[in-house]
Nanobody, 131 residues
Framework: QVALVESGGGSVQAGGSLRLSCSIS????????MAWFRQSPGKKRVGVAAITSRGGATYYRDSVKGRFTIYQEITNRAVRTVYLEMNNLNPEDSATYYCAHNRRWCLYNGAWDVTGEYGYWGQGTQVTVSP
């Protein structure tokens, strides 16, 4: 079992920045890939960024490249926290952001942003960007 707790959401104006955090507990040794997804009302949940636990390879959706950075904190050889640094935010970034845990490598089935590949999810944190 893995528990994920997100924090760091909030309201900012366009051009502002936020940093989201995802704290991981439980079977942390099972972590091979962590990701951030987001979902807006009436839209499907989409991948924002992912990071492999060993090696730290990162993946981003096109619309956030150059603005968002995913990184992780490793303690005692296990990922304990994953962050999403978000800069130059725009209203289209407004959504509920979820962190997600994958026991397999991010590209195990060729794509890192498939929701079904992630077995554990956080409760979500709201990000609102005003014009």
């Amino acid at each position: 079992q893995v528990a994920l707790v997100e924090s760091g959401g909030g309201s900012v104006q366009a051009g502002g920045s936020l940093r989201l955090s995802c704290s991981i507990s439980g079977d942390v040794a099972s972590t091979n890939c962590m990701a951030w997804f987001r979902q807006s009302p009436g839209k499907k949940r989409v991948g924002v960024a992912a990071i492999t636990s060993r090696g730290g390879a990162t993946y981003y959706r096109d619309s956030v490249k150059g603005r968002f950075t995913i990184y992780q904190e490793i303690t005692n050889r296990a990922v304990r926290t994953v962050y999403l640094e978000m800069n130059n935010l725009n209203p289209e970034d407004s959504a509920t952001y979820y962190c997600a845990h994958n026991r397999r490598w991010c590209l195990y089935n060729g794509a890192w942003d498939v929701t079904g590949e992630y077995g554990y999810w956080g409760q979500g944190t709201q990000v609102t960007v005003s014009p």
